[in-house]
């Protein structure tokens, strides 16, 4: 079992906030300690005058209106509105261009489709002039978007040292940590907001994906939470559009299509629920329905990224029909599509696909070597967060491979790369994929206990938690053995991954 100790001696936590816990069959190990916060709440006391506020924390601004705009901007963050908050902040820079917090809520919310570094270089420079409270929340929304998570986790302690009762902080502590894959920690921050505040209804939204996505799946707790959320933002699609995907991964079909059509009902142009439908089709094998509501998503696109995920999931369907060359072929039309539009996060997201779907072995390193070289430098139009868990994803999937070829020795020069990515990003995302290529070598070794400790580090692959359940099966861990089944079953999403783990044979150390 690895020694997480690089990440273990410089990661805090709240403990009032934060117990350690974990299921019976942990798929997620604590990877987060709780210990004494490094910076009390006294230390972080403005230094600076105060000109308003943006709910709780006092910030410089002295227009009132930006600062309704950036309390604007935060509220459709949270309600998972992202291009409405990009604009909602960048017009509050508008009205303020010393605004340091609105140039980071831009910078953040726009970090997974459309990266402002310029924004985020503007945050940091105007925020040594606004009060400490300020600065806090601006460190924390450009941290998450760099190459070390060290800044990150040192903010996130310092905003919740400060703000320990305030919901805005939990939630987006509770929503870091998901994304961290640290789940049994997240889902315990929602269940406090929701306990001060029945009514935000963020949480009830991020706890419903958290039911199903956590080590015990509870897919009736977590339509009870989505239709908590759908009740308190009944105007809105994005309940319904969560409604939809959470039935799908709970095996209700018929449910998901009702629920993202109740979501377009609400707003036609809602473009993740078309194209939600074509997905539930597709998994149907419904694939001429999948393709019309695909042809539909792509004439309400507004967007390069949005037109690049639909011709995307329309090339990826073709595998699900049993016409991989034809796939292949569609993955790289979209490719030069992706390319030509600059969209960087649209073409890791195919490329991946190339490399996992590819005919041959030989042909699959050979893609994963050249992304490797893609992303093994600053790419532009993408933080370096984000670069960091994709390359960490490059050299697990090329361990994995080498380990299905019997090319063991292979192995060793992904390995050390993860490795130092690791301990350089102090990542959970890249920590996680390093010890599941460390488990697919330890399961081609035989060592299957140590190889079950590291696979079930990587709640989020497919293909990870098959080789765990093949790892326990082969220990005669029955239990462990039904517990993973039951969390691979909720992880069923029209991704290339899944294809890949519904269709290949099961793993085998011989």
């Known amino acids: 079992m690895i ?39 006294a230390a972080v006391r403005s230094t600076t005058p105060i000109a308003g506020h943006v709910f709780a924390f006092p910030v410089a601004s002295k227009s009132i209106e930006a600062q309704k705009l950036v309390e604007t901007a935060l509220d459709q963050y949270e309600n998972v509105l992202l291009d409405k908050s990009v604009q909602t902040a960048r017009k509050a820079t508008e009205k303020d261009p010393q605004f340091a917090l609105a140039y980071a809520l831009w910078s953040f919310a726009g970090r997974r489709s459309q990266p402002n570094l310029e924004a985020g270089r503007k945050a940091e420079l105007l925020a040594t002039h606004a009060p400490a409270e300020e600065q806090l929340l601006v460190k924390f929304f450009l941290s998450v978007q760099k190459s070390d998570m060290l800044p990150t986790i040192t903010a996130m302690n310092d905003l919740l040292a400060h703000f320990p009762n305030d919901r805005h902080a939990l939630y987006l502590t509770a929503e870091w940590l998901y994304d961290q894959q640290d789940y049994d920690r997240s889902v315990r921050m929602l269940e406090q907001i929701i306990k001060q505040d029945p009514n935000f209804a963020p949480a009830y939204n991020m706890l419903g994906y958290a039911k199903v996505g956590t080590g015990e799946p509870d897919p009736v707790k ?67 329905k999948a393709t019309a509501e695909y042809d539909k998503a792509l004439v309400i696109s507004t967007n ?45 997201e195919i490329e991946e696909a190339q490399a996992l779907l ?51 020795a292979a192995t060793a020069d992904p390995l050390q790369k993860l490795e130092r990515l690791a301990a350089q990003s102090r990542d959970l995302i890249v920590e996680d994929c390093y010890e599941s290529a460390r488990g697919y070598v330890l399961f081609a ?66």
Not at 28 to 40: E, F, G, M, N, R
Request: charged share 25%.
């Open 445 to 510: 070794q035989k060592e299957y206990q140590n190889a079950a400790d590291e696979l079930s580090a990587d709640p989020r692959s497919p293909l990870a938690i098959k080789w765990l359940g093949v790892a326990r099966e082969k220990l005669g861990d029955r239990k462990g053995t039904e517990a993973v089944q039951l969390r691979l079953k909720y992880l069923r999403a029209p991704t290339a991954e899944w294809y890949l783990t519904t269709h290949s044979g099961s793993p085998s150390a011989n």
């Open 304 to 348: 390069n990224l949005d037109r690049l995920h639909v011709e995307f999931q329309k090339a990826l369907m073709k595998f699900w029909a049993g016409k991989s060359i034809d796939g292949l072929q569609a993955l790289a039309d979209v490719e030069r599509n992706a390319q030509a539009a600059h969209e960087p996060y649209a073409l890791f």
């Open 222 to 288: 977590a339509i009870s939470y989505l239709k908590k959320y759908a009740e308190l933002e009944a105007a809105q699609p994005n309940p319904e559009d969560s409604l939809g995907e959470v039935s799908r991964f709970a095996g209700d079909d018929q449910g998901s299509l009702e629920h993202y059509r109740a979501a377009l009902k609400l707003s036609p142009g809602f473009i993740t629920s078309q194209t939600g439908l074509g997905d539930t089709y597709a998994l149907m094998g419904e694939f001429e």
């Open 358 to 408: 590819a005919l041959t072995p030989m042909e699959r390193i050979a893609k994963l070597h050249e992304m490797a070289r893609t992303y093994g430098g600053s790419v532009e139009g993408m933080s370096e967060a984000h670069r960091n868990s994709f390359l960490a994803a490059i050299w697990r999937d090329e361990v994995r491979i080498r380990v299905e070829q019997h090319q063991i």
């Open 3 to 41: 020694n997480r100790c690089f990440l273990k001696s410089t990661v805090l936590l709240l403990p009032a906030l934060l117990s350690a816990s974990a299921w019976a069959y942990p798929i997620q190990s604590a990877s987060i300690i709780d210990a004494d916060v490094h910076t009390p709440a």
